[in-house]
């Protein structure tokens, strides 16, 4: 199983940018899947995350500015986020929970893509 990530860049704050998150491999379901994110000299943070049910968790710090929706058919989790600041600069990671691919039922994440904000 591999996760793929895609959509960071530079913007101005106040701008936008969206992420992607594909999965990929022998897959037979996956429960959540969500994006995180680590700031230079933070812990990795939880920004979003959609389950299967629907329902949808996000950060006080980013509530009202990013949307995260998924495709299940493209196993695919999209973030979108608006109004951009400079404290939303980290590297986002995308994450897969309780995937179920045989033989095992694990989490996994995608290898980080940078976000930066300049004000």
């Known amino acids: 199983v591999q996760l793929q990530a895609s959509g960071g860049g530079l913007v101005q704050a106040g701008e936008s940018l969206r992420l992607s998150c594909a999965a990929s491999?022998?897959?037979?379901?996956?429960?959540?899947m969500g994006w995180y994110r680590q700031a230079p000299g933070k812990q990795r943070e939880l920004v979003a995350v959609t389950t299967n049910g629907g329902s949808t968790t996000y950060a006080d710090a980013v509530k009202g500015r990013f949307t995260i929706s998924r495709d299940n058919a493209k196993k695919t989790v999209y973030l979108q986020m608006n109004d951009l600041k400079p404290e939303d600069t980290a590297v986002y990671y995308c994450n897969a929970g309780r995937v179920t691919a045989w033989p095992t039922t694990r989490d996994y994440w995608g290898q980080g893509t940078l976000v930066t904000v300049s004000s």
């Open positions: 491999g022998s897959i037979i379901s996956i429960n959540s």
